[in-house]
């Protein structure tokens, strides 16, 4: 009973007194950390996933041993160390070099979810497995002035996707506007990625992708759409452009991948199952995901109170835009088995750029832009908040802090990345993955 009692008071003691004085350093510590014992409240804030603290049934235990255990890798390490492990997998060095650009760009803005963890089960998995052709062959399908469909014939989706979105740069820059779709790619990674390559030219990009069935329609509960971001990216006359890169669901099941590796709950209502219920456990989430018995919620939420038929419906625009005009796969022909087999996944893409000069003077324009983004976060204030944000904002301000120091791997990433040194061939970089 003695012992019981003990135990009893080491866990009251932790909870009480200690737990909150590690927050509170913490807190002073790192400003960018958010704090919350209401894990309801939390959301993809960019500033930095693995310096986020979740204090929800004792999984903060789970986030000091990774953060303790943790490691920083700088992105000029992250990104030769990818690079290097997509030519060893068979990719051609300067498709290599894309492919591990998109991928970092991702860590550089704070975009956890599609950055490192995802070199190895999304993209050098699928390659050695077939799904993912290395040599990556663009076929033109059909062109017209402003116009184009491309043929990916399986390749690299970040390989297939810059060239998309210059072939339409290059098409906008001399009629004003161009607009080039996709068929049997795969993974693009990150979807801001491709705006920002027209923001640098003083145009706006658009971009949206289909991707595996794993969102449910309203008042359903089978996965059969993507997860479909739609990102914009528009130049302003600020130091960043406006940049939105959502998926047009709650969540994306990246950061399902995310929280189940850090042994993190969702939040409810994120996920349902069969039975229309929610799900939070995420290592069970992933494993319903694709046996059929889970589905993410849209946009907005499950049903109708929280509008969430407007985020199925922007949802449905993406998997029509990105199928429908290159004739490609879309639904459940994107899940990735045939049969019972593994096959490719067969996404597709739509990317558009516009030519702000075949409107306007460039520099009004970005001036406009600029002032309605000073004017947003210049007003009133909900209380209790310090300010207001705009979309891209807090990506920069992501980069700016963190962009001389790198990212924060998890002691399960480290390990990842230290088998894939082996897997590889790549002894030479096995020492930055080593736990400090």
Same mark, same amino acid.
């Given at each position: 009973?003695?012992?019981?009692?003990?135990?009893?008071?080491?866990?009251? !003691?932790?909870?009480?007194?200690?737990?909150?004085?590690?927050?509170?350093?913490?807190?002073?510590?790192?400003?960018?950390?958010?704090?919350? =014992?209401?894990?309801?409240?939390?959301?993809?804030?960019?500033?930095?996933?693995?310096?986020?603290?979740?204090?929800?049934?004792?999984?903060?235990?789970?986030?000091?041993?990774?953060?303790?255990? *943790?490691?920083?890798?700088?992105?000029?390490?992250?990104?030769?160390?990818?690079?290097?492990?997509?030519?060893?997998?068979?990719?051609?060095?300067?498709?290599?070099?894309?492919?591990?650009?998109?991928?970092?760009?991702?860590?550089?803005? #704070?975009?956890?979810?599609?950055?490192?963890?995802? $070199?190895?089960? !999304?993209?050098?998995?699928?390659?050695?497995?077939?799904?993912?052709?290395? %040599?990556?062959?663009?076929?033109?399908?059909? =062109?017209?002035?402003?116009?184009?469909? $491309?043929?990916?014939?399986?390749?690299?989706?970040?390989?297939?996707?810059?060239?998309?979105?210059?072939?339409?740069?290059?098409?906008?820059?001399?009629? *004003?506007?161009?607009?080039?779709?996709?068929?049997?790619?795969?993974?693009?990674?990150?979807?801001?990625?491709?705006?920002?390559?027209?923001?640098?030219?003083?145009?706006?990009?658009?971009?949206?992708?289909?991707?595996?069935?794993?969102?449910?329609?309203?008042? *359903?509960?089978?996965?059969?759409?993507?997860?479909?971001?739609?990102?914009? *990216?528009?130049?302003?006359?600020?130091?960043?452009?406006?940049?939105?890169?959502?998926?047009?669901? %709650? !969540?994306?099941? #990246?950061?399902?991948?995310?929280?189940?590796?850090?042994?993190?709950?969702?939040?409810?209502?994120?996920?349902?199952?069969?039975?229309?219920?929610?799900?939070?456990?995420?290592?069970?989430?992933?494993?319903?995901?694709?046996?059929?018995?889970?589905?993410?919620?849209?946009?907005?939420?499950?049903?109708? =109170?929280? /509008?969430?038929?407007?985020?199925?419906?922007?949802?449905?625009?993406?998997?029509?835009?990105?199928?429908?005009?290159?004739?490609?796969?879309?639904?459940?022909?994107?899940?990735?088995?045939?049969?019972?087999?593994?096959?490719?996944? /067969?996404?597709?893409?739509?990317? %558009?750029?516009?030519?702000?000069?075949?409107?306007?003077?460039?520099?009004?324009?970005?001036?406009?832009?600029?002032?309605?983004?000073?004017?947003?976060?210049?007003?009133?204030?909900?209380?209790?908040?310090?300010?207001?944000?705009?979309?891209?904002?807090?990506?920069?301000?992501?980069?700016?802090?963190?962009?001389?120091?790198?990212?924060?791997? #998890?002691?399960?990433?480290?390990?990842?990345?230290?088998? !894939?040194?082996?897997?590889?061939?790549?002894?030479?970089?096995?020492?930055?993955?080593?736990?400090?």
């Amino acid at each position: 009973m003695d012992t019981k009692v003990a135990i009893i008071s080491s866990i009251i !003691i932790l909870k009480l007194l200690i737990l909150p004085l590690i927050l509170e350093v913490m807190r002073n510590a790192y400003p960018q950390i958010i704090v919350t =014992e209401d894990y309801q409240s939390f959301h993809r804030a960019n500033t930095h996933p693995e310096l986020s603290v979740f204090v929800t049934n004792c999984r903060i235990v789970n986030y000091f041993r990774s953060f303790m255990s *943790g490691k920083i890798i700088p992105f000029p390490i992250l990104e030769e160390f990818s690079k290097k492990a997509f030519i060893q997998a068979g990719v051609p060095a300067s498709d290599a070099t894309i492919a591990a650009d998109v991928l970092v760009k991702a860590n550089y803005f #704070g975009f956890e979810s599609h950055g490192a963890n995802r $070199l190895k089960p !999304i993209y050098l998995n699928r390659i050695k497995e077939g799904i993912i052709l290395p %040599i990556t062959q663009v076929s033109v399908v059909r =062109e017209g002035p402003t116009t184009a469909v $491309l043929d990916g014939n399986n390749g690299m989706g970040q390989v297939i996707s810059v060239r998309a979105m210059n072939l339409a740069i290059d098409k906008a820059a001399k009629y *004003g506007m161009g607009m080039v779709v996709v068929r049997n790619s795969n993974h693009y990674g990150f979807a801001g990625y491709y705006p920002l390559m027209a923001t640098e030219k003083n145009m706006i990009g658009i971009t949206g992708t289909n991707a595996r069935p794993s969102v449910a329609p309203t008042f *359903g509960v089978e996965a059969m759409l993507g997860t479909n971001p739609l990102t914009f *990216g528009i130049p302003s006359d600020e130091a960043f452009p406006f940049l939105l890169d959502c998926a047009t669901s %709650i !969540i994306q099941r #990246g950061k399902v991948e995310l929280l189940a590796r850090k042994e993190l709950p969702l939040a409810e209502g994120w996920v349902i199952n069969n039975r229309g219920e929610s799900q939070t456990c995420s290592q069970s989430v992933l494993k319903d995901l694709v046996n059929g018995q889970a589905a993410l919620t849209p946009l907005g939420g499950f049903g109708e =109170e929280m /509008a969430g038929y407007k985020g199925y419906g922007y949802a449905t625009v993406v998997e029509i835009l990105s199928s429908a005009l290159q004739q490609g796969a879309f639904l459940n022909m994107l899940s990735g088995i045939s049969n019972g087999n593994k096959v490719p996944y /067969a996404l597709g893409h739509f990317f %558009i750029a516009i030519d702000v000069s075949a409107f306007t003077e460039p520099e009004m324009f970005k001036k406009t832009v600029g002032q309605i983004l000073r004017e947003l976060r210049a007003s009133r204030k909900s209380p209790g908040q310090e300010r207001i944000y705009t979309a891209g904002e807090k990506e920069y301000y992501f980069w700016k802090k963190h962009k001389d120091t790198g990212v924060v791997f #998890g002691e399960s990433l480290l390990a990842e990345f230290r088998g !894939i040194c082996r897997d590889y061939n790549l002894p030479e970089f096995e020492s930055h993955f080593e736990l400090p």
